[in-house]
């Protein structure tokens, strides 16, 4: 069972100092030494809604760190069809957040 607040605080720490790549936000889930799966992905992205909506996080792409400018929702969406159409990898450390 994981632990929420624990994550929670972890990458609000993280987004404090910081952009935070979407991988590290994943790996809470997946560990650090595997690659995530269908559920850790599906419980990262839960998670990610939940700190969005809280924090008003912002999302950055590419290594221009454009902000993109949809809701949490189309981009969560956005990122799940990625992971099923087997483009996690697109995604992985193409993401990063920040506090808004």
């Known amino acids: 069972m994981k632990d929420y607040n624990k994550i929670e605080v972890s990458c609000i720490d993280n987004l404090e100092i910081d952009l935070m790549p979407l991988h590290d936000l994943i790996r809470e889930f997946s560990g650090y030494d595997k690659p995530p799966t269908e559920d850790d992905f599906v419980s990262a992205m839960k998670f990610l809604k939940y700190l969005s909506n809280k924090y008003d996080l912002k999302y950055?792409?590419?290594?221009?760190?454009?902000?993109?400018?949809?809701?949490?929702?189309?981009?969560?969406?956005?990122?799940?069809?990625?992971?099923?159409?087997?483009?996690?990898?697109?995604?992985?450390?193409?993401?990063?957040?920040?506090?808004?």
Do not use: F, H, V
Not at 70 to 94: C, H, R, V
């Open 60 to 100: 950055l792409e590419g290594p221009e760190m454009i902000e993109i400018n949809k809701s949490a929702s189309d981009i969560i969406d956005w990122l799940t069809k990625n992971w099923y159409s087997n483009k996690y990898n697109e995604i992985n450390y193409g993401i990063w957040l920040k506090k808004g």
